[in-house]
């Protein structure tokens, strides 16, 4: 599968003209018809996408979705969601593309996952908009459109407002379309899905025979993340949001919580347990265990008198 890392990767992927700004991307969907990928395999991007489609056939699968609604909808990709389709080029509309770095550039989206939380659900679910309210979001759009094509030295302050206030509709129309409970519960299960497949995964991955990970960073969240096709970022806030540890402590604690039983329990060397433990030498096994416990491995085994 496609893995794609920057904007003008994407750009290029799908078959139009590159960005004009490398973190930040905003079109009509008609100006990309006469040349864009009608049919898309899947793949994954690392950005988020915001889009309105007026009209437009054809069949997009947004990571579990795969029937969009009929009339003017509203739809929205988080990173490293599994993205395809297969349309007609007859879509109208607009969206935005934005990188972590955009974020990083805006105070007020440090907590953009919390403000958001629609965005990190496991499947984005595209919802119809009210006619009545498509020239309020359409504005939007065109506000950005207008200040990404000109030539002020602020622009990028004005896009950043515009796009929390392009979040807010959003998060207003969902809550309106799904009802507030339902949208909570329907969050709350999906988070709730993401940490147990998180905490089997740090389970199975540390399996003695599971030799094909050697070569992987078991010990970052990353890894993780990337194999439930989610952003680091949003399996962190899942997972701190409903266990209050962090991605990290988890898997420091299941790491820890493995050593000090090889330690206790088996004859394996302190250089045979990091090594189990995929760690890059047993150097740095040390210095983690007496991080976590203020004793060394070998002093820690010692001390069980085995």
């Known amino acids: 599968m ?8 994407y750009c290029k992927a799908i078959n139009i003209s590159p960005p004009l700004h490398p ?38 699968i947004s990571g579990a979705h795969t029937n969009f609604p009929e009339g003017s909808t509203i739809f929205f990709n988080s990173p490293f969601q599994i993205l395809s389709w297969d349309i007609v080029p007859d879509w109208q509309g607009y969206y935005i593309m934005f990188t972590q770095d955009f974020l990083a550039q805006m105070p007020y989206f440090e907590h953009l996952l919390e403000d958001f939380p629609f965005l990190r659900m496991d499947k984005s679910i595209p919802f119809t908009i009210d006619q009545t309210d498509i020239a309020q979001v359409l504005s939007v759009f065109e506000h950005i459109y207008q200040e990404y094509h000109s030539q002020s030295s602020d622009k990028f302050s004005f896009i950043g407002t515009y796009t929390l206030l392009l ?39 540390f399996y003695p025979d599971n030799a094909a990970k050697a070569s992987a960073n078991l010990h970052s969240p990353s890894y993780y993340a990337e194999k439930l096709n989610i952003h680091p970022n949003h399996l962190n806030a899942v997972v701190k949001d409903i266990t209050g540890q962090t991605a990290l402590n988890h898997i420091h604690h299941h790491i820890l919580q493995l050593a000090k039983s090889y330690l206790a329990q088996t004859n394996l ?31 820690y085994r010692k001390s069980l008198n085995l």
Do not use: W
């Open 2 to 9: 496609k893995h794609i890392k920057t904007l003008v990767e």
């Open 23 to 60: 973190y930040f991307d905003i079109r009509s969907f008609q100006e990309n018809m006469p040349s864009v990928h009608a049919k898309m395999p899947p793949f994954r991007h690392e950005f988020y996408a915001i889009a309105i489609r007026l009209e437009g056939e054809g069949t997009v």
């Open 167 to 205: 979040l807010h509709y959003i998060k207003r129309y969902f809550v309106t379309q799904v009802g507030l409970k339902e949208a909570e519960k329907m969050i709350r299960t999906a988070d709730l899905k993401i940490v147990t497949r998180f905490q089997t995964m740090i389970q199975t991955c």
């Open 269 to 299: 060397s302190v250089k045979e347990v990091a090594y189990t433990l995929y760690f890059d030498a047993p150097n740095n096994f040390n210095t983690f265990f007496k991080k976590h416990t203020q004793t060394t491995p070998l002093t």
